[in-house]
């Protein structure tokens, strides 16, 4: 089913890939504060081809090429938000957050509050996590819940290309830090994506993607089209709602609640390890605002807590799937 | 750098009466680094400070007042009281903040001058760093970057010969602590931090570079702390005979000397400007002790531009009786 945000609208088809680097080209020709800043974005045009073009539209100085230097890119994003600036800041792989902690969680999610409100930290980080392409544990990995997890940064995690473009615009637009995680394996994948070039979707809201009344899906990233694959698989036995969380925080409780008062049952689906992972919250949140309207255990999809191994056979072993997901539901239906 | 002295000194005091909570650093026997430093910036230059940051305060022009019911954690203080000793900022005097992670003012300070590179602003930016800080691997970025990308900005180093309480020679194999500047090609100065003419034409040369383009400056200035490391150090790694060497040099002191010597102050002028900022710092200290501690839901507020709902949402649970209902409803 196509979001509410679709209708009535004017679309395009592309890929998420494509929905990124296009929101980024519309708001650097938008706001000359915006500028891009990381690792291989300009020259190379990205490792993963996202940046693409942008340098040859915009030079240097706005997609500007760096150092191999985490924390000197991080640092410097945050000390040119707090100055008035717009910057869109690349960390690659999300793996190397790790090098960058230091400026992440005590300078860019404390500034303001340490200041009393009276600092604005308009910076965005774009990340791409997850495995699947036997890149191995330093550059597989889905740290997103880290970020969610850290007073004073917003985290959201798109799972669709229409997600993709209406998010990185508020990111971009918003006032506070936030970070924007890519999953690598969907780049490709494609859809409807407005062509309006003020469309937003708010930072805090997920979307109800496909619409059941027996088990209800809330999935992000890689999951949410594999939970859709699955939902339409089951068709006629089991009526199956999927929400794309696309925010990771602030986090929708409201739309998950409504969710379970239909369903009763619930499948949470993502790629963090599964203690104290992303998941985790959206359980905590149920249990918390919906307790009653539990009719069966939630059921947890992820990561069993081990790093990404680099061999096909490991690796895809430990990555959530489609069939995860089905046992899943099939286990509380 | 009367007022510097007489606020710290007083701070202190007030510390050590168990007034002020937390832990406070003092800038004694500092302040010609911070007062010539930012003597020969514009007023719209920005700077980035350290976990010793009330000398580039009161340098940078922020008010005394203000500062002290910060420290006594008011809301009438520059960050609401939010912040504390170590984080007081003051974006419209373009004070980046204290900082209490040591070395993560580079880079700022780099991501500033950026800012002005971007913008094509006239101003640079100026990044205050301990001789602890050196040490730091996200300094090395920063300055790195800037001299990379011929940023607007000057590294200041303090060395007060001591990182927390290790000696600077048991931290860093480099004798000169700005030798590090030719790894970037940029200039390396050490000056006389006790002096604040030195310091003052040192910072006016490379606010100079910086503005021609000519990129970033790491500047020395090799200096002293009185106290300790925090109020209540019990200075063990150092002997009173050391700290009684360098207070000879103290430089309120000489700079006064010099001065009078020079007929441009008399002993009774420097005695009214003493008595003055006494009773300045005195008021400050009344001010924030009579000021309104925020009420406890301020804790709540400037986590982002906007309030979000999970905040209010665990707020309301916490706050939720027993016989208050419950979201969830009935079995």
Known sequence: ?333 | MLTIREFDTRAGERFADGEIPGFVHLYVGEEAVGVGACAALEEDDYITSTHRGHGHCIAKGLDPKLMMSEIYGKRDGYCNGKGGSMHIADVDSEMLGANGIVGAGPPLGTGAALSISQKGEDRIALSFLGDGAVAQGQVHEAVNLASTWDLPVVFLIENNQYGEGTAVSDQHNAKNLSDTAAAYDIPGINVDGMDITAVNEAVTEARKRARNGEGPTLIEAETYRFHGHFEGDQELYRDEEEVEDWRKRDPIDTFSERLIERDELSEEELGEMREDIEMEIEDAIEYAKNADDPTPDEAYEDMFSQRVPDIDLFVEQANARADGGTRGGEF
């Not at chain 1, 088990?215 to 890689?222: I, N």
């Not at chain 1, 949140?285 to 947890?300: G, H, K, M, T």
């Open chain 1, 1 to 333: 089913m196509a979001s509410a945000e679709l209708e009535s609208q004017e679309t395009e088809t592309m890929t998420i890939r494509e929905a990124i680097r296009e929101t980024m080209r519309e708001e650097l020709n938008r706001d000359d504060d915006v500028f891009l800043i990381g690792e291989d974005i300009g020259v190379m045009e990205g490792v993963l081809d996202v940046t693409g073009d942008l340098y040859h539209d915009f030079g240097p100085e706005r997609v500007r090429d760096t150092p191999i230097s985490e924390a000197g890119i991080i640092g410097a994003a945050t000390g040119a938000a707090a100055t008035g600036s717009r910057p869109v800041a690349e960390l690659m792989f999300s793996d190397f957050i790790g090098v960058a902690m230091e400026q992440t969680m005590n300078q860019m999610a404390k500034m303001r509050y340490m200041f009393g409100g009276k600092i604005e930290m308009p910076v965005t980080v774009r990340a791409t996590e997850g495995g699947g392409m036997g890149a191995a544990s330093q550059h597989s990995g889905t740290v997103h819940t880290m970020i969610a997890h850290f007073p004073g940064l917003m985290a959201v995690a798109p799972g669709t290309p229409e997600a993709a473009k209406g998010l990185l615009r508020s990111a971009i637009r918003s006032d506070d830090p936030v970070f924007f995680f890519e999953n690598k394996m969907i780049y490709e994948q494609s859809g409807e994506v407005p062509v309006d070039e003020d469309f937003t979707i708010p930072l805090g809201e997920a979307n109800v993607e496909r619409e059941g009344d027996d088990v209800t899906v809330v999935a992000t990233q890689r999951l949410v089209g594999e939970s859709l694959t699955v939902a339409d698989e089951l068709d006629g036995d089991i009526d199956v709602e999927v929400i794309d969380l696309r925010s990771l925080y602030p986090l929708d409780t409201d739309t998950i609640v409504e969710s379970l008062d239909k369903t009763g049952r619930m499948v949470v689906a993502g790629e963090s390890p599964l203690s104290y992972g992303a998941q985790a919250e959206v359980v905590s949140r149920a249990v918390e605002n919906a307790f009653y309207s539990l009719d069966a255990p939630i059921q947890r999809v992820g990561v069993p807590d081990t790093h990404i191994p680099f061999g096909p056979s490991l690796e895809s072993e430990v990555l959530p799937d489609a069939d995860d997901v089905r046992n899943a539901i099939e286990r509380i239906a």
